[in-house]
């Protein structure tokens, strides 16, 4: 049984960390498939923005000449299995994350100072999704490291584009923030027509509005939980999930997250541990075995 990941590539920018516990991030794009890559695979700016067809280059990208074990003994996705990215030059979802613009300045945000995009940075990023096009994915997922919809025109324009040929399905990890109620018919009429599924993470991190503005700092409760039940109008509970990253701020809400938005929407919650605070998840322990 080979790992889920051989057949996921992720294009984002290198990133190490400085003497505290931020990140910092290099102008250099790192292209990931799981570990198999020898090593993971770095292309400079001016490399990439040439690349018309985007899939084509990644099939290009050296493979893993031989089964290796896994690296994570005990991880949940290689599920103790070999990687055998061995003559598989399927690929059959990438993740673009080359956008850092964000609306927010979250408690314990891994990018917290580099949620701006420069103009180079936002025209790379769009010329990568437009180079997606044409080989029939299974699934295109949108920034998952800033706001997917924080360049709401673009962004939509560009999903006007697709078509079934380019991929089965869209997924938005996304705060919910930018959206309004326009833009998600429009995003249902372009599901609808193009045949393209839609699917969203709508990372919530409460259960209270003062607990929110203390995590998701500077978003609108009230605005997000409106936009959350639009969506579940739109493209029903079984394609969107809420994200719940356990902090400090909000450890208090854990025991009343699942059944908050399983009673109120009806969808299911994924719950997470912040790494900034490895020791909260030790703290927390019975309430999330409970709740799991």
């Known amino acids: 049984m080979s790992c889920e990941y051989n057949e996921v590539m992720e294009l984002t920018y ?5 003497s505290g516990k931020k990140c910092y991030l290099e102008d ?23 690349k018309q067809d ?9 493979l893993l000449s031989f089964p290796r074990e896994t690296l994570i003994s005990g991880h949940p996705i ?32 891994w ?20 180079g997606l096009k044409g080989h029939n994915l299974n699934k295109i997922v949108l920034t998952n490291k800033g706001e997917p919809f924080f360049y709401l025109k673009e962004t939509l324009n560009y999903l006007s584009s697709l078509s079934i040929n380019d991929t089965k399905e869209i997924e938005a990890v996304t705060n919910g923030n930018c959206l309004n109620k326009e833009s998600i018919n429009l995003l249902k009429s372009i599901s609808k027509e193009k045949g393209i599924k839609f699917s969203f993470v709508f990372s919530m991190d409460a ?18 939980l409106t936009n959350l039940s639009l969506c579940v109008d739109a493209f029903s509970p079984e394609n969107i999930l809420v ?17 908050f938005y399983e009673q109120n929407f009806g969808l299911n919650t994924q719950i997470s541990f912040d790494s900034y605070e490895p ?14």
Not at 207 to 224: H, L, M, P, S
């Open 14 to 18: 290198k990133y190490g960390f400085s």
């Open 28 to 50: 250099v794009i790192q292209l990931s498939r799981c570990c198999l890559l020898e090593p993971e695979w770095h292309i400079g700016y001016n490399d990439l923005i040439c």
């Open 54 to 62: 985007i899939v084509e280059y990644i099939h290009e990208l050296p």
């Open 78 to 109: 290689c599920n103790n299995s070999k990687c055998m990215l061995v003559d598989n030059n399927k690929i059959h979802t990438i993740i673009v994350g080359l956008s850092l613009a964000c609306n927010l300045k979250c408690y314990n945000c």
């Open 111 to 130: 990018y917290d100072g580099c949620h701006y995009d420069s103009q180079k940075k936002k025209d790379l990023y769009f010329h990568v999704l437009y």
């Open 207 to 224: 259960v209270t509005e003062d607990t929110y503005r203390k995590t998701r700092i500077g978003g609108d409760f009230n605005k997000v």
């Open 243 to 259: 994200s719940f990253t356990c902090k400090r701020t909000n450890k208090n809400e854990i025991s009343l997250v699942r059944s």
């Open 279 to 292: 020791e909260l998840q030790q703290e927390i322990k019975d309430i999330y075995f409970i709740e799991s």
